[in-house]
């Protein structure tokens, strides 16, 4: 028993594939044109075969090839298998989302929840009724959630991904001041001196008091007085919308509640970096049917949600 095992053990499975062949076509030069093979490979590949059953396979009958006894046997056995690695190897088909029945969960930050989180959420309901999306909160900042399976994507400005993650641009944004409809800051040409004295209202998952404005600012001899720093983008406009700071928030992706909000966006009198926001995932979530489909309704909701954003004016 021990010595059969360990034969087995050796076996060529592409055997397999061609033995399917030969009992397919019962003709060792049909069944080399069926694998892209030459006539006398094919001959030895049933010579390995006859080897390895102990089996003549396919013999000679007049100017024919008939299968043995045993080939006919284990014709049905060998299709099967065939069909079954064929199956296991072949690129997943396409989800149906109709069918689809998964929790889905997205890292990002409130203001990309808040732009794109309400479009995103009904169209997933009319074409996968049975996925449910789980958006996380401010508090896994920083966590290494789609290399520990945590999160199936991140969306927005990925600043620190491990190595092995994938990304992908959704749309190029740019930050722009907003602050209340009626503020000082409307009236008049905005230079850097009037942005950096007024008071600001900076928003920071990390509870940061400085950013690429600072940098600026300081590139010039400015400073800005920031006066409070909030964890959320939601509460730095509520604090906008009701005083005299200054708040900052992302062009495109800030746009819809910036308005719903009645605020005003003002264009930053600085040179300041893009921001380029992304969708990220793990590879092994790469290839999954479910995973595809998922980054496809985002992809395309994303860009619908800021498509055509009017610029910001004074």
């Known amino acids: 028993m021990d010595a059969m095992i360990a034969r087995n053990a050796n076996i060529d499975l592409n055997l397999l594939t061609a033995l399917d062949a030969l009992l397919e076509e019962q003709s060792v030069t049909a069944a080399a044109d069926r694998l892209g093979l030459s006539g006398p490979a094919m001959s030895r590949t049933l010579g390995r075969i006859r080897r390895t059953t102990g089996d003549p396979v396919l013999v000679r009958a007049g100017r024919h090839m008939v299968p043995?006894?045993?080939?006919?046997?284990?014709?049905?056995?060998?299709?099967?298998?065939?069909?079954?690695?064929?199956?296991?190897?072949?690129?997943?088909?396409?989800?149906?989302?109709?069918?689809?029945a998964r929790v889905f969960t997205i890292n990002a930050n409130d203001l990309f929840v808040t732009a794109v989180g309400p479009r995103l959420v009904a169209r997933v309901a009319r074409e996968a009724?049975?996925?449910?999306?789980?958006?996380?909160?401010?508090?896994?900042?920083?966590?290494?959630?789609?290399?520990?399976?945590?999160?199936?994507?991140?969306?927005?400005?990925?600043?620190?991904?491990?190595?092995?993650?994938?990304?992908?641009?959704?749309?190029?944004?740019?930050?722009?001041?907003?602050?209340?409809?009626?503020?000082?800051?409307?009236?008049?040409?905005?230079?850097?001196?009037?942005?950096?004295?007024?008071?600001?209202?900076?928003?920071?998952?990390r509870g940061r008091l400085t950013g690429p404005v600072d940098a600026a600012l300081a590139a010039r001899g400015l400073r800005r007085k920031v006066i409070a720093t909030v964890p959320t983008f939601t509460a730095s406009l509520m604090m906008v919308r009701d005083s005299d700071a200054v708040g900052l928030t992302s062009e495109r992706a800030g746009a819809a509640t910036v308005r719903s909000l009645g605020l005003r966006t003002l264009p930053i009198p600085l040179e300041l970096p893009p921001m380029t926001m992304e969708m990220a995932w793990h590879p092994r979530q790469e290839a999954d049917a479910g995973h595809r489909w998922l980054r496809g309704v985002v992809r395309e909701t994303v860009r619908e949600a800021v498509r055509d954003v009017p610029p910001a004016e004074v």
């Open 129 to 205: 009724p049975q996925v449910v999306l789980r958006f996380l909160g401010e508090s896994y900042v920083d966590l290494p959630l789609l290399r520990d399976g945590g999160a199936d994507l991140e969306l927005g400005v990925i600043d620190s991904p491990e190595p092995e993650i994938v990304t992908e641009e959704l749309f190029v944004d740019r930050s722009v001041a907003v602050v209340r409809d009626g503020h000082p800051l409307t009236t008049g040409t905005l230079t850097a001196r009037r942005f950096a004295d007024a008071s600001h209202i900076n928003f920071s998952r």
């Open 68 to 100: 043995t006894p045993r080939a006919l046997e284990i014709r049905a056995e060998v299709r099967r298998l065939v069909e079954a690695a064929q199956g296991v190897l072949a690129p997943s088909a396409p989800a149906d989302p109709a069918q689809l």
